[in-house]
């Protein structure tokens, strides 16, 4: 469940070769590993074709071919853009007509059930030429299923850029790991199905996918003699005259996911409806001013959250800086999330922009956000030691000592205003029941999403709302705990 760049790649490549394992080896490991993925999904009374390039993806082409022949499929192997430029891959085409079988030349007029596109992997260098435009439409006007090697041709691996003629596949099988395109936008949506095949290399990466095992091992379960004193006191700022609901939401998702005690710093009008909705929740009513000119020691909060339902303004701003004095971990959403500098203290600081939050933060275009979420996210974490949780589809959630992980979870029954207040309440609470940072921050985006991929197996998408993290919380947190 890694994710490494073109450049991880060649590099990893290169130290394998150093360390005895030839290029050659790994191309078959490759081709092999590849067959036996991909069999699965054929059958032998389909007639197959496999479109090689001239470099090391078509290398991996032509040992898929190998197998496949091998194993008795009816397989054409073509060179649409001419025979092999490496040397690994002339030595395997070698081999393989050494074997008895032959590369066929293209021929139009044929019609084929699957297409394989081992045309570009990670060498690949866009715009597309001219030479494979057309090849690409006529296969794209065959309605083959189409099974692409390590990234589809026509993206690129590193970044979510897509060139105008790029194979939109059913299914890719990506090598050694995942390429951040496989998260980025809009090229994940040309990716179809994947499944990462590995071929012998040691996975080294610092960035990869939280997954389910992930939460089950990072669970904290409860002491029986545990006291709300264990679980955080904290403290969220939110909900104002206009946006009441957004602190009822977010209140409610810590409560719900664990916290100790919370208190809610609001309008009076946002507490009549807050505290029917969470009565175990207590109230305070300063204005930003007053927060600011109190003595934090004398309130005992453990950690804070601000933003939801706020404007930006700049007395929320002298708020938030005195805020970050106070050495608790914060939660900085919505409202509260503008361009500053951070101290680099031992507590977490944690920022949730979604797209266009965080493209007013870096003043670029949301497209230039999501086509280079990963980098710009690891980016803005190391340069202000900060944990930055981009999100949308594939939230990316960087760390300051450059690691970062994606989620999968989530869908899109969670684009509807409320989704992001919840997020910050379970944030909050994860953040105070968990030692570990990493762990609470990467569980409480995964089972954030989890309540909305339970939701859509029994519900419509259209109708999920955020008030149901309340009711879904119990069941699915439930499932994460062990005996
Ligand atoms: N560790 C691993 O994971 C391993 C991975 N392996 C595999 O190697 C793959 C990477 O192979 P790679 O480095 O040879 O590059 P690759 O993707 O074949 O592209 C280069 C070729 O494409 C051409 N070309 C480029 N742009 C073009 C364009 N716009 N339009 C048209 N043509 C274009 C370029 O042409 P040239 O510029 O040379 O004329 C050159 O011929 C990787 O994805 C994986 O499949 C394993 O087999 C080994 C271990
Ligand atoms: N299509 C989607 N797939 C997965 N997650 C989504 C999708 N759309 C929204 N989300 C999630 O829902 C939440 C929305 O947050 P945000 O935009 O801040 O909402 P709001 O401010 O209205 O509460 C985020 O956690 C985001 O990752
Ligand atoms: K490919």
Not at 106 to 135: F, H, K, M, R
Not at 251 to 276: C, D, E, W, Y
């Amino acid at each position: 469940m890694y994710i490494y760049t073109s450049e991880q790649i060649k590099a990893a490549d290169q130290l394998a070769e150093k360390r005895g394992m030839s290029t050659f080896s790994l191309m078959e490991n490759a081709g092999c590993g590849l067959y036996h993925a991909i069999c699965p999904y054929l059958s032998t009374n389909q007639k197959l074709l496999i479109a090689s390039g001239k470099g090391n993806n078509g290398g991996d082409g032509i040992v898929l071919a190998r197998y496949l022949k091998m194993a008795g499929f009816e397989v054409d192997l073509i060179f649409p853009l001419g025979e092999p430029k490496t040397g690994v891959a002339k030595q395997h085409l070698h081999y393989y007509e050494q074997c008895g079988f032959p590369v066929e030349e293209w021929n139009p007029n044929q019609t084929y059930d699957v297409i394989v596109d081992a045309l570009l992997g990670v060498g690949a260098i866009l715009p597309l030429q001219e030479s494979l435009v057309e090849w690409i439409k006529w296969m794209k006007s065959m309605k083959a299923t189409i099974i692409s090697i390590d990234v589809p041709t026509g993206i690129s691996s590193n970044s979510g850029v897509v060139d105008q003629n790029a194979i939109k596949a059913d299914y890719t099988f990506s090598l050694h790991g995942y390429k951040p395109s496989r998260f980025l936008f809009p090229s994940s949506h040309f990716y179809g199905q994947v499944e990462v095949v590995d071929i012998g290399l040691p996975q080294k990466s610092n960035w990869r996918v939280w997954t389910e095992k992930d939460v089950q091992k990072s669970w904290v379960k409860r002491e029986t003699n545990a006291h709300k004193g264990l679980f955080g006191t904290g403290l969220l700022i939110a909900g104002s005259h206009e946006m009441p609901g957004s602190a009822a939401l977010a209140a409610s998702s810590a409560m719900r996911f664990g916290i100790g005690k919370l208190t809610v710093n609001t309008t009076q009008h946002a507490s009549a409806i807050i505290g029917p909705i969470v009565p175990e929740v207590t109230f305070l009513y300063h204005t930003y001013e007053e927060l600011v000119r109190s003595e934090w020691k004398n309130r005992r909060f453990t950690c804070a959250a601000i933003g939801p339902g706020l404007d930006p303004t700049d007395d929320l701003e002298k708020l938030v800086t005195y805020l970050l004095k106070q050495n608790v971990p914060l939660i900085l959403d919505a409202g509260a999330i503008q361009s500053r500098s951070y101290p680099r203290g031992e507590k977490p600081i944690i920022l949730t922009p979604h797209p266009g939050e965080f493209s007013r933060l870096l003043q670029l275009s949301t497209k230039e956000i999501q086509e280079n979420r990963i980098e710009l996210a690891s980016e803005y974490a190391v340069t202000h030691h900060v944990i930055l949780i981009l999100k949308g589809e594939y939230t990316v959630i960087a760390f300051p000592d450059g690691t970062g992980y994606i989620n999968t979870t989530g869908n899109a029954s969670l684009a509807k205003g409320g989704s992001g207040d919840a997020l910050t309440g379970m944030l909050l609470a994860s953040i105070e029941g968990n030692d570990c940072v990493k762990a609470a921050v990467l569980n409480a985006v995964y089972i954030h999403g989890v309540c909305s991929d339970e939701w859509v197996r029994k519900y419509s998408e259209h109708t999920f709302v955020s008030s149901d993290f309340s009711s879904l919380l119990p069941m699915i947190c439930k499932s994460f705990e062990k005996e």
